[in-house]
């Protein structure tokens, strides 16, 4: 039996993969690569020792994904396919919708047809809007504030609706906080497109060189030091969450949201001076004003995720930093 990893030469798939690989399961994995490249398969096999069947197909192709489950004997999906930029959301909305929830439908269609009901969503923190006071909690109420979240909510209604309809599906909707870091090996890391969004990767392209100056989205909200402050969680770990996650499937009935951080907060300021202890570099930077919906605080109640998946974050900022430093200094251009 085989797991389907979704948008597995992606980020965090990637590092799923690996931690999945070290137990030696087989996996497949189908991805577009309209935000990856095959060259993450070999460093995946470099680091376990493993290799790994790789389809190119777009979730949005029924037929396709079809071939897919009749070839491979598939017991459990893992879903991260999704194009993830917000800003891009606001600009080509239909995109998202298509991509993100049209192409999760056909997915959860083929399933059904070929009767796999367990699946691992990822979902995001985002779907907490911004109305809520962190620590948030699975069971507060939901919402977005741009196409990007919208997506993942409405995914997140048509599992919790489609779970109802049949009580064979399994489902955890895991929310993530704000992944960072790499693989400890500096093999597999984060490689956006173009400039980043996210502050991490942006951080550790002006640390290499490839930016000149980072730009703080405002210092005047109310924070210890007036930026924002997130729940970073290292990558390995929210892999390490997932392993756990298709584990506990079988104690799941219905679609159970997840979150998945660490619990804790860290600001924009505390981020670029860890980083530039870590790198040894300047990051030179600008306050400039407010970010569109930003908010001030996210941070996860991560409970949940401790009492029914057995599972907590154990990297500390520390290792996310330096493992994020490790993957850029080696690999400045990514994967080319
Ligand atoms: P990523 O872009 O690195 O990986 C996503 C992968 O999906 C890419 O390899 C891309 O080529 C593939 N893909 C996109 N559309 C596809 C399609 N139609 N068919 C097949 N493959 C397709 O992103 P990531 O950071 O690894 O994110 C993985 C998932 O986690 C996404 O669904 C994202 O929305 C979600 N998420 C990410 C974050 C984050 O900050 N990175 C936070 C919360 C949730
Ligand atoms: C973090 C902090 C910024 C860039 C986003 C998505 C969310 C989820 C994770 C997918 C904030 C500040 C950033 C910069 C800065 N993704 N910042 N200068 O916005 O918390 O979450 O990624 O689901 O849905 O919204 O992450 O990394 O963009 O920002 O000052 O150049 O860094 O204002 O306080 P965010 P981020």
């Not at 599906?169 to 960072?180: E, T």
Request: with cysteine.
């Amino acid at each position: 039996m085989s797991l389907l990893i979704t948008g597995g030469t992606g980020y965090i798939g990637s590092h799923t993969v690996v931690e999945l690989l070290k137990l030696n399961k087989d996996i497949v994995i189908v991805d577009n690569l309209s935000n990856s490249s095959t060259l993450v398969l070999d460093r995946i096999t470099k680091i376990t020792g493993n290799s790994v069947k790789f389809i190119k197909v777009d979730i949005c192709d029924e037929h396709a994904l079809n071939t897919v489950f009749e070839q491979n004997d598939i017991e459990a999906v893992v879903h991260f396919a999704g194009l993830k930029a917000v800003g891009e959301s606001n600009e080509i909305p239909l995109d998202y919708y298509q991509n993100n929830v049209s192409g999760s439908v056909t997915l959860f269609k083929v399933m059904a047809k070929h009767n796999v009901k367990k699946l691992v969503f990822s979902s995001s923190a985002t779907v907490y809007g911004e109305n809520n006071t962190s620590p948030l909690k699975e069971t507060m109420a939901t919402s977005a504030t741009n196409p990007y979240g919208q997506t993942k909510l409405m995914v997140e209604n048509i599992l919790f609706d489609l779970a109802k309809s049949d009580e064979q599906w399994s489902i955890a909707c895991l929310r993530y906080f704000n992944p960072i870091g790499a693989h400890e090996s500096g093999l597999i890391g984060e490689n956006p497109n173009g400039i980043p969004n996210n502050l991490l990767p942006y951080v550790a392209q002006v640390a290499v060189g490839r930016l000149p100056k980072l730009q703080v989205f405002g210092d005047d909200y109310d924070t210890p030091d007036g930026t924002g402050v997130r729940d970073y969680i290292h990558v390995v770990d929210l892999a390490l969450g997932h392993v756990k996650a298709l584990e506990s499937l079988s104690r799941i009935s219905g679609c159970q949201p997840i979150n998945i951080g660490t619990g804790n907060g860290t600001s924009v300021l505390e981020i670029v001076n860890s980083f530039k202890e870590a790198s040894g570099q300047d990051i030179p930077y600008n306050i400039v004003p407010r970010r569109a919906g930003d908010i001030a605080t996210v941070y996860a109640d991560a409970s949940v995720a401790n009492d029914l998946l057995g599972w907590q974050a154990s990297r500390d900022l520390n290792a996310m930093i330096a493992d994020t430093w490790r993957w850029q200094s080696q690999n400045p251009n990514g994967f080319e």
